[in-house]
């Protein structure tokens, strides 16, 4: 990542630790065994609620906020209030209930189970996290120009 990407990443989970988030691994020391470049620790908070910047924001870097719920319409309401929506992940005890639950949240992408990133399937965000699609036929018709001609 570049030096300003990883000031962005430290920034937020010196925000996070801010406003009350647990930090149970990582922060925001250069990562042991990596004395140059620009690296951040894989980082983990618990304690997060959904109010929080940590939890809200798009940060592109490895720190994971841990949010408990206790029924599944409301860890899917988390879910979705948010401004954001380019992907997320849903496990569960079986795919069925997997992509039940993952046709519920508002993202251009949902992994279920630990499935696999498909380089044919389209790809992209929901909300603020973009317009159009990049790879697959919906990326390819990105490049594609559609002409009208009336009479």
Known sequence: M???QQTRVRNYINKGID???RLIMG?????????R??????TIFSGVTNDMTIAQEEIFGPVLSIIPYDT?????AIANDSLYGLSGGVWAGTPEKAFEVARKIRTGQV???GGGFNI???FGGYKQSG?????????FEEFLEVKAIQK
């Open 2 to 4: 570049s030096e300003a």
């Open 19 to 21: 406003e009350g988030a």
């Open 27 to 35: 922060g925001t020391e250069q990562p042991e065994g990596l004395p």
């Open 37 to 42: 470049g620009h690296y951040v620790q894989p």
């Open 72 to 76: 599944e319409e409301e860890a899917i």
């Open 111 to 113: 992994e279920v189970n």
């Open 120 to 122: 044919f399937a389209p």
């Open 131 to 139: 317009i159009g699609r990049e790879l697959g036929k919906y990326g």
